[in-house]
């Protein structure tokens, strides 16, 4: 089992920044992939942003390109999202994800690839 808890969620004005942080605890060895998705009310959970958890490749959606970061601190176990140039758009709950198995043939941005989950943290970017 693989425990995950957000936190850095919040009100931010748009142009704002804000940073997530995602702690994994437990079978923390069989990470493969952390992500982070949200959901914005309304709307279907859709991906934002992975990162391999052995060589650092790092994967964005189109939409937070060249305004997000996601990095990874593979001693403490920490999964971050710095948010930069949030836009209302940016607006949902934000789930940070891990995998720890392998399916072969499917995407990084398929939620199914996915085997745990934290409870969320809500963003919301006023304009």
């Known amino acids: 089992q693989v425990q995950l808890t957000e936190s850095g969620g919040g009100l931010v004005q748009a142009g704002g920044s804000l940073r997530l942080s995602c702690a994994a605890s437990?079978?923390?060895?069989?990470?493969?992939?952390m992500g982070w998705f949200r959901q914005a009310p309304g709307k279907e959970r859709e991906f934002v942003a992975a990162v391999t958890w052995t060589d650092g490749n790092t994967y964005y959606t189109a939409s937070v390109k060249g305004r997000f970061t996601i990095s990874r601190d593979n001693a403490k176990n920490i999964v971050a999202l710095q948010m930069n140039g949030l836009k209302p758009e940016d607006t949902a709950v934000y789930y940070c994800?891990?995998?720890?198995?392998?399916?072969?043939?499917?995407?990084?941005?398929?939620?199914?690839?996915?085997?745990?989950w934290g409870q969320g943290t809500q963003v919301t970017v006023s304009s």
């Open positions: 994800a891990a995998q720890t198995r392998l399916r072969s043939g499917v995407p990084l941005q398929r939620g199914y690839n996915y085997d745990y």
């Open positions: 437990g079978r923390t060895f069989s990470i493969v992939t």
